[in-house]
């Protein structure tokens, strides 16, 4: 239902990393929670590779 360009997963990765809510406050709605934990990967591997 929900993948990586959703509205509600850029939502939800944006609270996560500015620390509004942690992770583990995603609701597990579908795979949403699935697909934040990807996209957050994803940022994180980006970020690591930029340095």
């Known amino acids: 239902m929900f993948n990586e360009d959703s ?3 850029d ?7 500015t620390g509004i809510f942690p992770y583990s ?3 597990d709605l579908h795979n949403l929670r699935e697909e934040v934990g990807k996209k957050l ?3 994180e ?3 690591v590779s930029a340095k």
Do not use: D, G, Q, Y
């Not at 939502?11 to 990393?17: K, L, T």
């Open 45 to 47: 591997e980006e970020s």
């Open 11 to 17: 939502v939800w990765c944006r609270a996560v990393v």
């Open 25 to 27: 406050e995603v609701p």
């Open 7 to 9: 509205i509600c997963v």
């Open 41 to 43: 990967e994803k940022m």
